[in-house]
């Protein structure tokens, strides 16, 4: 059975930083690429990063370009969002999701192509 729990969410003022993790098991970590997307209240899901497989080709939202760093670690078969200078607006609830179409798949064509999701975790920036 596949898992993917994000953790690290919270409260944060404008222009601090925050870092999600997303702990996988249940599958062979290595082989999916792994990507972030986010849901604000009363709007779509949104792509925000993504990771391919070996980490070799990495994919931003250009919101979010400069100021999240999308890393995993294939040995902790764990997946993290590091992200600084927060703003108001990334006000939402971040999920990871695993995909085993390929990291560019999921940049281009949105989360219809992950297979597994985690539950969210909520990150909210005061202004």
């Known amino acids: 059975q596949v898992q993917l729990v994000e953790s690290g969410g919270g409260l944060v003022q404008a222009g601090g930083s925050l870092r999600l993790s997303c702990a996988a098991s249940g599958l062979t970590f290595s082989r999916y690429a792994m990507d972030w997307f986010r849901q604000a209240p009363g709007k779509e899901r949104e792509f925000v990063a993504a990771?391919?497989?070996?980490?070799?080709?990495?994919y931003y939202a250009e919101s979010v370009k400069g100021r999240f760093t999308i890393s995993r670690d294939n040995v902790k078969n764990s997946l993290y969002l590091q992200m600084n200078s927060l703003k108001p607006e990334d006000t939402a609830v971040y999920y990871c999701?695993?995909?085993?179409?390929?990291?560019?798949?999921?940049?281009?064509?949105?989360?219809?192509?992950?297979?597994?999701w985690g539950q969210g975790t909520q990150v909210t920036v005061s202004s």
């Open positions: 999701a695993a995909s085993n179409q390929g990291a560019v798949a999921v940049f281009t064509a949105g989360p219809s192509k992950n297979d597994y």
């Open positions: 990771i391919s497989g070996a980490g070799s080709r990495i």
